[in-house]
């Protein structure tokens, strides 16, 4: 059973842009504090960016900030990851993940061991 499920992968011109969604259950949304993380091809899995349960507080990672905006809407139990600049260092398979109720600090949303609900990836590939 997909209890996250990513979508709007896919291929891309360096400079171009994409917007990933993220859906799951609201039990499970209403709960949560969000988070994105990556994989490059052959690379650990790495924090991209994270939106506390209220939306008022986001996270990024070095690399995004700047670039990537996250953001979610109750009303569709979607989070979302709206990438802008995209450079071929960016690609990656994107994860969805949800943090119930472990805390919304920093430390903890960057942290990729405080989420406790995953969905498959999605695959994004930036071409030169």
């Known amino acids: 059973q997909v209890r996250v499920l990513e979508s709007g992968g896919g291929l891309v011109q360096t400079g171009g842009s994409l917007r990933l969604s993220c859906t799951t259950s609201?039990?499970?949304?209403?709960?949560?504090?969000m988070g994105w993380f990556r994989q490059p091809p052959t690379e650990e899995r790495e924090f991209v960016a994270a939106i506390d349960l209220s939306g008022g507080t986001t996270y990024y990672g070095d690399s995004v900030r700047g670039r990537f905006v996250i953001s979610r809407d109750s009303a569709k139990n979607t989070a979302y990851l709206q990438m802008n600049s995209l450079q071929p260092k960016d690609t990656a398979n994107y994860y969805c993940a949800a943090n119930a109720g472990s805390g919304a600090d920093y430390e903890t949303l960057i942290n990729q061991r405080h989420y406790d609900t995953w969905g498959q990836g999605t695959q994004v590939t930036v071409s030169s």
């Open positions: 609201g039990a499970i949304f209403s709960r949560s504090a």
